[in-house]
């Protein structure tokens, strides 16, 4: 089994914040960050797996709150 690096989240640049793209770089980041963390699931016990899951997931507000954040001028 070839293991799966951590997914990086998209730069500031790589963002246009329209909408419109589809599939946009945050669509793709969220995709390879879940398999990742399926990944990272399966190489442990089964309690470890539902805690690190439940701790590591990434919900759209969240991936939406990196998008705002990343647009905005720094302070």
Do not use: F, H
Not at 21 to 35: G, I, K, M, S, T
Not at 44 to 64: D, F, I, L, W
């Amino acid at each position: 089994m070839k293991l799966i690096e951590k997914p990086e989240p998209p730069g500031s640049n790589e963002c246009c914040g329209s909408g419109s793209c589809c599939p946009c770089v945050w669509d793709y980041y969220r995709e390879q960050l879940a398999l990742w963390q399926q990944q990272q699931a399966s190489l442990q016990s089964p309690e470890q797996a539902a805690e690190k899951t439940a701790e590591q997931a990434v919900p759209q507000n969240a991936a939406q709150q990196d998008i705002q954040a990343a647009q905005s001028p720094a302070k």
